[in-house]
């Protein structure tokens, strides 16, 4: 046939160039666009006439496209090879394609044929794309796909399922064949699963046997037809799930171990959303567990992440920290107030989704045993340092009491003048009061340490007591004056009196230390649900830097001053433990004035019957002065010599070395007093002081000298049958009070 010559008759070049179905961009060698001729739609880049004339495409194409663009057009201009390829050309909104011819028009232009392939790119890419995930998916969910006939009762198939066939292979089997593999308890139900096969829209979990081993598969039919033979034939898979099962089974223990932790497991995704929390979290923030977790923001929820902007803190620090970021979290939850050792970490999910695991353990009593074991240690630290203390300043207070009684005691017996033996006399006895005094505050330490200090309550009239220790110590307050300050009215309380004298006469003795001359008050008043008692002078005061230590052990204003540096903190701790509170305020070179305060507790008992009672119940009448007879059991010679001394001139002494010996001369003499050393042997004073009530329950009065002075032996003692108690050592005029009062 002989062409008609349309197609090469320049006449009819504008007519079928515009009818041409192709862009027509017209370039200059550098990329430049002169002329072109737009035939593309709903293209973002080329979509008229005027969009790349007078630009360079190099600038106006994405980077991508123009990376392999570029050199194409170049390799054009320099040899005029004409390239005909396909290029991506990605937009925000999509991917497109197309098809560029490159000519060499001139020495210095281009002619380039642009061609919008997208939707045919788009479609082959995605059938393509179909075709591959089709068959990853099958060998990644490890599924065979088959064809039953049900008139040969055989099975074609193809896949991936890999327990009795290799993968991808091709095979067919007879129904038969393959139930000989099948478990044999799912067998009759997997045939009658195929002969029921117009019900059989759901898939059935079967069992495999191969080796020994168990496998689990899932079968379904997808579709049911008919030959042209009339043969039924099922179309449908077969998944390996074996793994589903194996990891269905972990994730089952692991979400009940996780579940029934103690330890707070949450995931969030990066925005703070929720996405898993187990029950122990889900109980400490309060959310249902029947509500989708999804649904909450971990800034909203968890205690740690107050709001938003601490959470984009958080997760900046968790970036910062290659992603994994360890922390404490000491923020309450609604219904505990616990500490958490945290850490947070971030895994990327299946699908590239950054997922953050957040572990919480409660560490409150982890805490709390280190800062016990801490204080356990500055406690063991603190002994240690205190034990040092203790012994060196106890060495310095016992010898320096110990060198004036040594001392002046060895040239007492060589002194003829009586003034000068009486003062060497006074030294020694006031030596003996301090050595007795640190004794006392050893013992009561020791009775602090071990937990052992001892109270007593009975009914105490204030008045009375403070008037018993103002006379006290009126005669030992050197040059300063002793003022009383107590309201006209008595109040009777219920306290220790024997504590609260120890305290008031410890706080009395160092104001009287310390203040030279000037005044000093004691002194009480009332205050609500409080009794405050004070001792205030005007002596040296504390200096600034020790006011808020003085109640700390071995602390001393002076350091060169008598004195352990115990009283105050015995005196605290006393206090204390009646409830109560102890304070100062000084002023260097002013004074001091200590107060404390107890809870009243008022005693109803009548006034006028309480009184200085004597320890005693009864108060017999006994033979008084010379005509007494006073049995001493005591088995120390010494001792007997020094009581001996104070009362041999006005009383008849009997001495009995044993407790089964004062016994027998009780029995001989019946005397009218006993003086009972508890220590001694035989029958210890104790003992012999029940033998003797058991026979005369009432009388002779029994007065116990002991060294055993807490107040514990006291009660013991007088609950056995004693009168009333004397302390070792003797004091000479308190022995002979006493004696006054039951003779």
């Known amino acids: 046939m002989e062409t008609k010559g349309i197609l090469h008759d320049d006449s009819q070049a504008a007519r079928i160039l515009k009818m041409t179905c192709d862009t027509l961009l017209l370039l200059k060698n550098d990329g430049t666009c002169i002329d072109m001729i737009v035939k593309t739609e709903n293209n973002p880049y080329i979509n008229n006439q005027y969009t790349l004339l007078g630009k360079n495409i190099f600038d106006h194409f994405p980077e991508e496209t123009v990376r392999d663009l570029k050199p194409a057009i170049e390799h054009v201009a320099r040899t005029g090879e004409v390239s005909n390829a396909n290029y991506d050309l990605p937009a925000p909104d999509q991917l497109y394609f197309f098809k560029c011819i490159i000519q060499k028009y001139n020495d210095e232009l281009l002619l380039c044929q642009y061609r919008d392939i997208t939707k045919r790119s788009q479609m082959k890419r995605n059938l393509q794309m179909a075709n591959e995930r089709l068959t990853e998916t099958g060998r990644a969910a490890k599924i065979g796909y088959w064809t039953y006939n049900t008139a040969t009762r055989t099975f074609d198939y193809r896949g991936y399922t890999g327990i009795l066939m290799k993968e991808n292979e091709r095979v067919t089997f007879t129904m038969d064949g393959y139930l000989k593999n099948v478990y044999p308890k799912d067998r009759e139900r997997l045939e009658h699963f195929f002969g029921n096969s117009a019900s059989s829209q759901m898939p059935i979990e079967y069992r495999i046997m191969k080796d020994d081993k168990l496998y689990y598969l899932k079968l379904k039919i997808v579709n049911i037809y008919r030959t042209d033979d009339d043969i039924v034939m099922f179309d449908g898979y077969t998944q390996n799930i074996n793994d589903i099962v194996s990891k269905l089974d972990e994730l089952k223990m692991v979400t009940q171990a996780v579940n029934n932790s103690n330890d707070s497991f949450f995931a969030t995704k990066i925005d703070g959303t929720l996405v898993f929390a187990n029950q122990f979290c889900r109980r400490q923030n309060e959310i249902p567990d029947d509500v989708d977790i999804t649904k909450y923001k971990a800034y909203g929820e968890m205690g740690n992440f107050k709001d938003k902007e601490m959470w984009d803190n958080f997760i900046g620090a968790l970036r910062a920290n290659d992603g994994t970021l360890k922390y404490i979290c000491n923020y309450p939850s609604p219904k505990t107030n616990m500490v958490s050792s945290c850490i947070s970490y971030i895994i990327r999910n299946e699908y590239g989704e950054e997922i953050i695991w957040h572990i919480r353990r409660d560490i409150s009593e982890q805490l709390r045993y280190e800062d016990q074991l801490k204080k356990a240690k500055e406690k063991a630290e603190e002994s240690d340092r205190l034990k040092s203390a203790f012994l060196s300043n106890m060495s310095h207070e016992i010898r320096t009491p110990l060198n004036a009684i040594v001392g002046f005691s060895g040239i007492m017996a060589d002194i003829d003048n009586a003034e000068e033996r009486k003062k060497y006399f006074n030294i020694i006895e006031s030596s003996n009061k301090r050595l007795l005094l640190l004794i006392n505050e050893v013992l009561d330490l020791s009775k602090i340490e071990s937990g052992t200090l001892a109270f007593d309550y009975t009914?105490?009239?204030?008045?009375?007591?403070?008037?018993?220790i103002f006379m006290t110590h009126q005669l030992y307050a050197n040059q300063a004056s002793l003022v009383l300050e107590i309201p006209e009215e008595e109040t009777c309380i219920k306290t220790d009196k024997n504590r609260l004298t120890q305290v008031i006469s410890n706080l009395l003795n160092n104001a009287v230390k310390f203040t030279p001359k000037g005044t000093i008050t004691i002194g009480y008043r009332l205050i609500p649900d409080f009794v405050e008692l004070y001792v205030r002078d005007t002596g040296i005061g504390i200096p600034k830097d020790k006011v808020d230590k003085i109640f700390n052990r071995f602390m001393k204003v002076d350091d060169f001053a008598p004195g352990t540096g115990l009283g105050l903190s015995i005196c605290k701790t006393i206090v204390e433990r009646l409830g109560g509170d102890i304070s100062v305020v000084s002023e260097e070179g002013v004074?001091?004035?200590?107060?404390?305060?107890?809870?009243?507790?008022?005693?109803?008992?009548?006034?006028?019957?309480?009184?200085?009672?004597?320890?005693s119940n009864s108060r017999p009448q006994y033979i008084s002065g010379e005509n007494a007879t006073i049995l001493v059991a005591e088995d120390i010679d010494d001792n007997f010599e020094l009581i001996r001394a104070i009362i041999g001139s006005q009383y008849r002494l009997l001495h009995a070395k044993s407790g089964k010996e004062a016994i027998e001369l009780f029995d001989k003499y019946?005397?009218?007093l006993i003086l009972m050393d508890i220590k001694i042997p035989e029958v210890n004073g104790l003992e012999a002081i029940k033998a003797i009530r058991r026979k005369s329950p009432s009388s002779p009065p029994i007065i116990a000298v002991s060294a055993y002075a807490f107040e514990e032996d006291k009660r013991e003692l007088l609950d056995a049958g004693c009168n009333d108690f004397v302390a070792k050592p003797?004091?000479?005029e308190i022995l002979l009070a006493i004696l006054h009062r039951y003779l």
Request: glycine content about 2%; charged content about 30%.
């Open 459 to 468: 009914p105490v009239r204030m008045n009375d007591l403070f008037h018993e």
């Open 591 to 615: 004074g001091s004035l200590f107060s404390f305060r107890i809870p009243i507790e008022i005693d109803q008992t009548d006034s006028e019957e309480v009184q200085q009672q004597p320890l």
């Open 670 to 672: 019946l005397p009218d």
């Open 730 to 732: 003797l004091d000479k």
